[in-house]
């Protein structure tokens, strides 16, 4: 470590399906935050540690910022609200392929009430035309000012380097919060059940996705030295539970098989995975259930 270590704490903001997440684990080089083509992926600030021997990076990954339909809408919106407080720098991030829209002005007007700097970055510049990113920067730099725009490809890592160089200058001197191996500050056991409730979004249909929780029950080496991980996916309906199952147990043995694949990736050992569906009717409306699943704002 050198004697001018740089340390600080960096919010990605964000419409949901921004590629926030995607961002998050190309820069920390491992998948600790999920990723998934519908909307509203993440729940919980996700915090994605990056460190080199001049700086540590604390990135947050907030719950993408829309109007709430239930009380875990509420909750998300909250927690995303309450982290532009809590920082050092702000990452509002776009969606390059679709523009300006109505939920930017809402995250704008958030903005003009804080004073960290802020950064503009229009990402999946993979996905438009150069004369398409061109309008983008002078439709935004209208909106508010930003004290740099940068666009960039998550996906594709174009220009994420030149961010974290922008960032790392404007960094304040400060201590190393987390040990160098770590990478996030999320217990095993949340990201485990991150992992599975990624593959529940890539497999099933509109109707499930924001209607399931994944609830770690167990883990603990069995007799044959591997991990044995027992989890629980809670659902609203019971049509739905019979989807997540499938014909024959198909769908639940698909997600769990890819599952464990990330699971064993993530921990180096081999994993026996155990999966139920259990029915807990309007649990996002439940402040006790939504407790017991981990959504507790007085964390935040």
């Known amino acids: ?60 990954d907030t719950p993408g910022i829309h109007k709430p339909k239930h009380r875990l809408g509420d909750f998300m919106v909250q927690v995303a609200e309450n982290t532009l407080n809590e920082v050092d720098h702000i990452l509002f991030m776009i969606n390059a392929d679709e523009g300006y829209g109505r939920g930017d002005q809402y995250i704008i007007d958030l903005l003009q009430k804080i004073k960290q700097p802020v950064y503009l970055i229009i990402n999946k510049i ?33 220009n994420v ?56 029950e167990n883990i603990e080496k069995n007799e044959n030295d591997k991990l044995l991980v027992q989890a629980t996916i809670v659902t609203e309906r019971s049509s739905q539970k019979g989807i997540l199952i499938g ?8 997600i769990g098989q890819q599952s464990r694949r990330d699971i064993e990736a993530l921990l180096g050992s081999k994993v026996y995975l155990e999966l139920w569906v259990k029915v807990k009717k309007d649990w996002r409306n439940k402040q006790n259930q939504l407790h017991e699943y981990g959504f507790r704002l007085d964390e935040y």
Not at 130 to 152: R, T, V, W
Not at 184 to 197: A, G, M, Q
């Open 126 to 158: 993979d996905k438009i035309q150069p004369e398409k990113l061109m309008q983008l920067i002078n439709q935004y730099k209208d909106f508010y000012e930003f004290e740099e725009i940068i666009p960039i490809s998550a996906l594709e890592g174009n």
């Open 1 to 60: 470590m050198t004697n001018n270590f740089k340390s600080g704490f960096i919010a990605i903001i964000g419409r949901p399906n921004v590629g926030k997440s995607t961002f998050m684990n190309r820069v920390i080089g491992q998948k600790i935050a999920i990723m998934s083509d519908k909307a509203q992926t993440t729940r919980n600030k996700i915090q994605g540690v990056l460190t080199t021997k001049e700086y540590q990076m604390i990135f947050i």
């Open 161 to 216: 380097d030149h961010l974290l160089e922008v960032l790392a200058k404007q960094l304040p001197e400060g201590p190393q919060y987390y040990p160098e191996d770590q990478i996030t500050d999320h217990p095993e056991r949340f990201v485990i059940s991150e992992l599975i409730r990624e593959k529940v979004l890539h497999h099933t249909k509109e109707e499930i996705p924001h209607s399931i929780a994944v609830v770690i």
């Open 247 to 254: 014909k024959q147990g198909g769908m639940l043995k698909k």
